[in-house]
């Protein structure tokens, strides 16, 4: 049962590392951005090309496609979405859902369309509580956790992050004292994108890279900020880490209906107000600034 629930963390961990973009985007532009799952699924297959040439090295492999897909996720937001910024949300889901189809097409232009596993860059084995786990799925989630313990310091103590959560707040006041609020959105988008790599590449070797990946992981992605609140960075931690045991365990018992009991319960938190009310009182606020 305890490698069960491991796998839940790790999964989880998977979760809060690609919905993170997704939480910070809408906080911060209220944009739903699908080709969140484009920079995510690219980022993967970059990476899996970049491993042989890197003397199979993962961390270097993993850091220059995270850093190599930052200038795609700059461009995207530059060209694509900061057009879209009050025109309603329905123009910003045609528009970055346009951008994940043709990403998949690149993908299978590219790499062509046949699954590409990643082996296990550790692979070695640990007891813990007397039940043999990899030693890369607690890695896996140690990562997320100093991705949000990052995350709270950034928004909280970096002049940068304070700025973000002022415009959030008052953006006409921030402008009016010469600052571009749009370049500092810019940087949390780019932030988030590469969150979204980071956590693609991490779970490659738990399953297998195929053209379609960013279109699964962007179900779970929005069932995720959705239970944890949209804009909410706590709360997404949260939510992904408590989704990621609802996937493990049943998936434990019935492992077709792994991924359909993470949206029966998002559906229960949509339907039932007081549980909303009481994930805000635990998480904090609904807000990208309060991290209470």
């Known amino acids: 049962m305890f490698d069960t629930i491991l796998y839940g963390l790790t999964i989880g961990a998977i979760l809060y590392l690609f919905s993170t973009g997704l939480s910070i985007t809408f906080g911060t532009m209220h944009i739903i951005n699908f080709a969140h ?74 790499w062509g369309s046949g699954p590409k596993p990643v082996s296990d860059p550790i692979g070695i084995p640990i007891q813990i509580l007397g039940t043999t786990v990899q030693t890369y799925r607690v890695v896996v989630f140690i990562c997320a956790v100093a991705v949000f313990v990052a995350l709270r310091m950034f ?35 780019v932030i988030g994108s590469g969150l979204a790599v980071m956590g693609g590449v991490l779970y490659a070797p738990i399953t297998v890279a195929e053209p379609y990946m960013g279109f699964h992981v962007l179900l779970l992605a929005f069932a995720v900020v959705i239970v944890g609140g949209m804009g909410n960075l706590t709360g997404t931690f949260f939510s992904a880490l408590g989704l990621g045991q609802v996937i493990a365990l049943t998936g434990r018992f019935y492992p077709a209906g792994a991924d359909t009991m993470v949206f029966v319960v998002m559906t229960l938190v949509l339907l039932k107000e007081p549980i909303v009310d009481l994930l ?12 209470s």
Do not use: Q
């Open 155 to 189: 928004f909280s103590r970096h002049v940068i992050g304070k700025i973000v959560v002022a415009a959030l707040k008052d953006r006409d006041g921030v402008r009016s004292l010469g600052l571009d609020v749009n370049k500092y959105f810019s940087i949390v988008f």
């Open 280 to 291: 805000r009182r635990l998480v904090g606020k609904h807000g990208i600034g309060n991290f």
């Open 37 to 110: 799952g484009m920079i995510y699924a690219i980022g993967v297959y970059l990476f899996i090309s970049l491993l042989p040439l890197l003397w199979g090295s993962f961390p270097l492999s993993l850091a220059v496609a995270v850093a190599a897909m930052l200038p795609l996720a700059y461009l995207v937001e530059r060209f694509v979405i900061r057009r879209l910024y009050g025109d309603g949300i329905d123009y910003a889901i045609i528009a970055t859902y346009a951008i994940l189809l043709i990403g998949t097409d690149l993908i299978k232009l590219v």
